[in-house]
């Protein structure tokens, strides 16, 4: 068979050419450290590392967004203990508005205090971020949530909580609406409230109460009435939802106890003729309505009697609703605890499923540097070889024995 010059000359120009090409890419494996520089190499394995890099990646943002949910968490935990640190103040002045030698000067000096914290409470309420977004107005984060007039407070937010995806599964709350940290707090025990008639004259001081047969309550409304008739006091109760008398003519003794449909309260003193209780379901009260009340309480003179009374009836309910607002803003903050836990739970899966990531892309496109090398050396001996043989070849023509 014969053979052209231009033939042997392209022959052994490929052979150089493909043992360059192989010597190259193994060379960029060595450099990359990656069995596969390229999708050809190993197709299948290049989408499965595709696959897997694409799972990294949003790993890897997940992971940013719990850093961003930690972060806006940790800062609505330490407003919440600054609100706490202010609740117990406040719950510190009340108490020491009810001592019985305070003038009505020494109680409206409380009263001032008392007006402080509330505007330190409002401020709180209206924390922002470092992004300068409010914590407590939902979803309008750019709206400020709790607008002051005098001692009116009004919630101007909504009741959303923002989310942050924290995994590929688990959305997570970022935040809480206003009102339903400093609004939706029950007052009186929980279940109901007591209070003494603002008109009442003689000196009878109810209690909170407390629940004594859940399956007996009925979530009416009570009144208890008091009748004085030559020294002898007696009361009656009268359910005022059903407008039912419950019981009537019940002779009065000093600190008596009352039962009515699963409650029992008790009222001491010496109530007057005409004087009445009311008993009804507990509702909503915000932190800023319990601070309002009593301030304009302590604001109102109340020296002698019945004023002494009155003020005294005002400070044991107040005291009740400070004590439920702080147990209710330490909840709060048990469940922000909560969350914060699970950021770190979420954070250490996420650890570890970045581990099986990188080591999954390992396997599939991480080169085995021992046979890398002495593939290279095999190639550049092949490329020594080729170029050698192409200069011997090219070399056998009749125009050098001429």
């Known amino acids: 068979m014969r053979l052209s010059s231009n033939t042997i000359y392209e022959v052994g120009t490929n052979m150089m050419l493909q043992q360059q090409e192989a010597l190259i890419k193994t060379q960029q494996q060595l450099s990359t450290g990656k069995r596969i520089v390229t999708p050809s190499d190993d197709p299948i394995a290049a989408a499965q590392a595709l696959n897997i890099t694409q799972a990294a990646a949003l790993n890897e943002q997940y992971s940013v967004n719990r850093k961003s949910a930690g972060n806006s968490l940790m800062l609505e935990e330490n407003v919440l203990k600054e609100i706490t640190s202010v609740l117990q103040d406040v719950h510190q002045a009340v108490v020491s508005a009810g001592n019985a030698s305070y003038s009505d000067a020494d109680r409206k000096a409380r009263a001032t205090e008392l007006r402080s914290h509330l505007e330190s409470l409002v401020t709180l309420a209206n924390s922002t971020d470092d992004k300068g977004q409010f914590l407590f107005s939902g979803y309008q984060a750019n709206t400020k949530p709790f607008v002051q007039s005098g001692m009116d407070i009004q919630y101007a937010g909504d009741q959303g909580q923002r989310l942050t995806q924290v995994s590929s599964s688990r959305q997570l709350a970022i935040s809480d609406a206003g009102a339903d940290v400093f609004e939706r707090i029950k007052n009186g025990n929980g279940i109901f409230k007591t209070a003494a008639d603002p008109l009442n004259t003689g000196t009878g001081i109810i209690d909170v109460g407390s629940v004594i047969d859940p399956t007996s309550l009925t979530g009416d409304q009570y009144e208890i009435n008091f009748t004085v008739t030559n020294g002898a006091t007696t009361f009656d109760v009268v359910n005022t939802t059903t407008g039912t008398s419950v019981s009537a003519g019940n002779p009065y003794t000093n600190n008596h106890t009352i039962s009515v449909d699963g409650m029992q309260l008790s009222i001491k003193g ?86 099986q990531f990188q080591q999954s892309l390992a396997e599939l496109q991480g080169v085995d540097f021992a046979k890398a090398i002495s593939d290279l050396q095999r190639q550049q001996l092949y490329l020594q070889a080729a170029q050698q043989s192409y200069i011997k070849v090219s070399g056998l023509t009749l125009f050098n024995f001429l």
């Open 270 to 355: 010496e109530p007057a003729n005409g004087d009445k209780f009311t008993v009804s379901p507990s509702n909503n009260q915000s932190i800023f309505e319990t601070v309002s009340k009593i301030v304009t309480a302590l604001e109102t003179p109340s020296n002698g009697q019945p004023g002494g009374a009155r003020l005294t009836n005002i400070l044991g309910a107040t005291l009740k609703d400070i004590e439920s607002g702080l147990e209710h803003v330490l909840a709060k903050q048990t469940a922000i605890g909560a969350r914060l836990q699970e950021i770190d739970t979420l954070d250490s899966v996420g650890s570890d499923q970045d581990i």
